[in-house]
């Protein structure tokens, strides 16, 4: 009688404590998930700055290089008209500022 009555409570214990692990469990697996979904959602957000920088990035070198072809083609028709070679052009009195304002553009 006795011993069977400690059994059979020792087996209702335990059964209530695995009961209370696997709820446990479950709670943690379900808080898991939650945070590796948040912690996806702040990744992407971050992938999004990442790129937003990035094209900003790119968007001030292609600024750069159009501003340093311009440069560079403003200078090169400056090289082309200061070239000891006659054209005709060097004693029309309006040349030079025709050319120095089309190079500006």
Do not use: C
């Not at 335990?14 to 996806?40: C, N």
């Not at 920088?53 to 028709?77: D, E, H, M, P």
């Not at 006659?86 to 190079?103: A, K, N, R």
């Amino acid at each position: 009688g006795e011993w069977k009555e400690h059994v059979r409570q020792t087996h209702h214990d335990v059964e209530l404590m695995l009961e209370t692990y696997h709820a446990k469990l479950q709670d943690y697996y379900f808080a898991s998930m939650i945070m590796r979904k948040q912690i996806t959602a702040t990744l992407e957000l971050l992938e999004i700055a990442l790129d937003k920088q990035r094209n900003k990035l790119i968007r001030l070198n292609l600024q750069l290089t159009i501003s340093t072809i311009s440069v560079g083609f403003a200078g090169w028709i400056g090289a082309m008209f200061g070239m000891n070679l006659t054209s005709g052009l060097e004693s029309h009195p309006t040349m030079f500022y025709g050319v120095f304002g089309g190079s500006l553009v």
